[in-house]
Nanobody, 124 residues
């Protein structure tokens, strides 16, 4: 059992930066795929970035390439958001899974545990 608690988020101007954190308890993140999703009203939850359980190389949504960075340690995962855009406005969620097949990672159903979500609003 993993309990994930998110922090960070808020309102930021376009072009600014924001860091989201996700703290795990119950077990360490070692051996788990750690992922960030986001969701806007009326839309499905969207995959943003992941670090797979057996690979340090991030897997990411093309639209955040070169702007967002994902990182992790034994009990925390982070999403550093730079040069944010209004279209990045969403509720962001952290999630973990024992899976690592790339084709599965984009689907919320592949994840076992979720953070509570945090709102990010980018003003233009």
């Amino acid at each position: 059992q993993v309990h994930l608690v998110q922090s960070g988020g808020g309102v930021v101007q376009a072009g600014g930066s924001l860091r989201l954190s996700c703290a795990a308890s119950g077990r360490t993140l070692s051996g788990l795929t750690t992922t960030w999703f986001r969701q806007t009203p009326g839309k499905e939850r969207e995959f943003v970035m992941a670090i797979r359980r057996t690979s340090p190389n991030p897997y990411y949504l093309e639209s955040v390439k070169d702007r967002f960075t994902i990182s992790r340690d034994e009990t925390n995962m982070y999403l550093q958001m730079n040069n944010v855009k209004p279209e990045d406005t969403a509720v962001y969620y952290c999630a973990v899974s024992g899976r690592e097949i790339l084709q599965e990672l984009r689907f919320p159903s592949s994840y076992d545990y979720w953070g509570q979500g945090t709102q990010v609003t980018v003003s233009s």
